[in-house]
């Protein structure tokens, strides 16, 4: 494991993508979570082997293969060089073989069992911490992803979750509402899953409703459908205690490095979970802190 790198940013690797009684002793992370305003950033890491990964697209990277001219292994590099038709038919093809795979999930996987075991304990910690402001008993996640297995396990648990993207953010009024058990007279932890490139629609993933993967994703989260919800996530990740858990993210998102750096500067704790691998590393926007 890696040390603590400074009191804003601290990182450590897994052998998996789950939290281990290990780290959480030797970070006091109960102590960190308990008073804070918990949010999260998944990646496409988080899934582990229960969704396919960019390189499990067959179809999608035989089409690169034909027409990329290059020595580049990497999936955005191909698909950045094809001209605006064949991008579109690598498009298609994406979305196809996506939706084949949305469609075949087994919510039963041991990975995502990992995903479900943190929001559970993530639940547990919020309602029986004492003393919460109510703020801190919202938890966001906010995800890259555009598959619906967090909204899944959610829906599942039963828990409270209201779920944004580019489309809806504008039509809910629920952003700021806080459970509340009048039974027991008693506030219950709140999720909101922000959908920051994009989400499956029904279980469908639409070829014009997402970012793609390419050196143009700044750009387009920075477009009219996808600038608000990250103005959200800023404004959620400057609140006082925030912490934020970033699990399964490769750090190639520059607005989103820019977006976590200004927020270290008004006191966000990142706790950055990697794989055990030492290409794997917090990207220089964010480790400068």
């Known amino acids: 494991m890696n040390e603590i790198l400074d009191e804003n940013v601290l990182e450590t690797k897994t052998n998996e993508n789950q939290i281990n009684e290990e780290i959480i002793k030797k970070y006091r992370l109960r102590e960190i979570l308990a008073s804070a305003n918990i949010s999260f950033l998944f990646g496409s890491g988080v899934n582990g082997r229960a969704f396919p990964q960019l390189i499990g697209f067959k179809e999608t990277n035989n089409f690169l293969d034909e027409k990329y001219i290059g020595d580049s292994n990497s999936f955005e590099e191909k698909l950045n060089s094809l001209d605006e038709i064949d991008r579109n038919k690598a498009n298609e093809l994406f979305v196809k073989e996506f939706n084949i795979a949305e469609e075949n999930i087994d919510m039963k996987h041991s990975d995502i069992m990992d995903v479900e075991n943190l929001i559970e304990n993530t639940y547990r910690l ?3 911490t004492e003393n919460r402001q109510d ?6 996640i906010f995800t890259l992803n555009y598959d619906d297995i967090v909204e899944t396990i959610l829906q599942n648990k039963s828990y409270v979750n209201n779920v944004l993207s580019a489309d809806s953010y504008k039509k809910t009024n629920f952003f700021d509402v806080i459970g509340y058990n009048f039974k027991y007279n ?8 922000a959908k920051l490139h994009g989400s499956v629609n029904r279980g469908i993933l639409a070829q014009d409703a997402i970012i793609y993967p390419g050196n143009k994703k700044y750009e387009t989260a920075l477009g ?8 959200l996530m800023k404004e959620e990740l400057i609140k006082q205690n925030a912490v934020l858990i970033v699990i399964g993210y490769s750090g190639n998102d520059e607005h989103l490095n820019g977006l976590i750096s200004d927020a270290i500067e008004s006191s966000l704790t ?5 794989y055990d ?8 926007t964010i480790r400068k802190h």
Not at 186 to 193: L, M, V
Not at 224 to 231: A, H, Q, R
Not at 277 to 284: A, F, Q, S, T, Y
């Open 135 to 140: 703020s801190s008993y919202k938890v966001n």
């Open 224 to 231: 009219s459908k996808f600038f608000e919800l990250m103005f």
């Open 270 to 274: 990142v706790i950055w979970f990697k």
């Open 186 to 193: 008693k506030k219950i932890p709140t999720f909101i899953t």
């Open 126 to 128: 919020v309602e029986t």
């Open 277 to 284: 691998n030492v290409k794997d590393v917090i990207p220089e």
